[in-house]
C-alpha cells in the first residue's frame, strides 16, 4: 500500500506551495487514504523551549497543542531521537490520551542536519496496526520533508 502512496506524496510536497500547506495536505492525504491513520500530525520543536508545538494535522481537533519533552509519546521521541510504536496505548504508563477512541500510535521524529527537530505522529482507533512498513513508510515522508526544512 505505501508504495502507491509515495508518488501522490512527492508531488504534494514537491508544489509550490508554502511548507506548512504542503504539511496540512500531506496530513489531510494520509488521513483519509491510509484506513488505519486516524489522526495524523506534525509537532515541532517549540524555539528553545523544552517542549513541542503541534503543527498541521488532521483528524480530530486535540487539546494538546504543547507537550514537554519527555511528556506522552510524542514528548519521549523528543528525548530519545527513535521511533516508538504503541500497539496498545492502554499499556503506555506515559500515555496522554487524546481521544479515547484511540487505540495505538507511532510518531517518528524528523531530523535535520541531524538534529531533532519535530515528527510525525499517527493515532489509530485500530488496535496494533502498525508494521515496519508505516515506520519505513513515514521515515521516508520526514527525509523528504527535512530536505525541504535544510532548502528554506
Not at 23 to 41: A, I, K, M, R
Not at 70 to 89: E, L, M, R, T
Not at 109 to 123: A, K, R, T, Y
Amino acid at each position: 500500500m505505501f508504495t502507491e502512496l509515495r508518488p501522490k506524496a512527492l508531488t504534494i510536497l514537491k508544489s509550490d506551495k508554502p511548507l506548512e500547506q504542503k504539511q496540512q495536505e500531506l496530513c489531510d492525504y494520509l488521513q483519509s487514504t491510509v484506513p488505519h491513520y486516524d489522526w495524523v500530525g506534525f509537532y515541532f520543536k517549540n524555539g528553545d523551549k523544552e517542549e513541542l508545538k503541534l503543527g498541521p494535522y488532521a483528524g480530530e481537533p486535540t487539546d494538546h497543542t504543547i507537550i514537554p519533552f519527555g511528556k506522552g509519546i510524542c514528548g519521549q521521541v523528543a528525548v530519545s531521537n527513535q521511533n516508538f510504536v504503541v500497539p496498545d496505548v492502554k499499556a503506555q504508563d506515559n500515555y496522554i490520551a487524546c481521544s479515547i477512541t484511540v487505540k495505538a500510535e507511532i510518531v517518528v521524529p524528523l531530523f535535520v542536519n541531524g538534529e531533532n527537530i519535530g515528527q510525525i505522529d499517527i493515532d489509530s482507533n485500530t488496535p496494533d496496526p502498525f508494521t515496519e512498513e508505516d515506520e519505513r513508510f513515514l521515515e521516508f515522508i520526514n527525509e523528504e520533508i527535512a530536505q525541504l526544512i535544510e532548502k528554506d
